[in-house]
């Protein structure tokens, strides 16, 4: 679910957000007051008066689970951002590891503001953003996103639509947990299939993409994600789901 901060102007949205991300003082941190792991909305604030608002989630504020190792949440954030900027495919805000966060090393991403009221519900998303969610869909496909609830579907003041939460990833046992079910059975559009074709098939796009996610995850895990990549490109067709099995609780 998107953080509601207490804000005294709108979220802006910089060209630049990574200066801020990376470098910005963080000021006026606050917990957000739901989510199993601690999660913080800040002010990022630079030296030049710069301003935006993130999202932090330090290490130490990760709950232990049995299925992932502990402490490895915050690096799946940013390699989900990672993946899917490899891939071409503007969908998670920029997200970054600070080291120096007030509750210790950790995830910081921009902050996007959604749009408010029932045109940006996961519901209506579903209408009105199909593309995008079809895209969604095949990126929790590859990464093996274990938790894509509705409320992590959103669309922001600009129009655009993002996906976020993705601590739940690129596990190497097959853990994929969606609300997004309304494409079972059909084939993936040829322009999606053409940009996971791209990427997999250029080695230096690949080994690039390799130097970005891999310091991140298990070296097990990277491979999985290969295997996966290569099953999808052998068989681009969005599968049927379990209902038992593949529904995220809760799922908004």
Known sequence: MAPTLIMSERAPFPDDPFALLEHGTMEAVELIPWGSNYTFAALLVG?????????????????????????????REVAAYRLASGLGWDMIPPTVIREEGPHGIGSLQLYVEPRAGASGQYERLRESHRCDLQRMAIFDLLANNADRKGGHCLLDVRGHVWGIDH???????????????????????PELVGALHAVRADRERLDALEEAVRPLIAQQEWEALLQRWDRLLANPCFPDLDPYRNVPWPPF
């Open 167 to 189: 601590g739940l990833t690129f596990h190497y046992v097959p853990k994929l947990r969606t609300v997004i079910w309304d494409y079972c059975g059909e084939r993936f559009p």
């Open 47 to 75: 030296e030049d008066g710069s301003r935006c608002y993130g999202v932090y989630k330090p290490r130490r504020g990760e709950v232990p689970l049995r299925d992932f190792p502990n402490g490895t949440l915050y690096k």
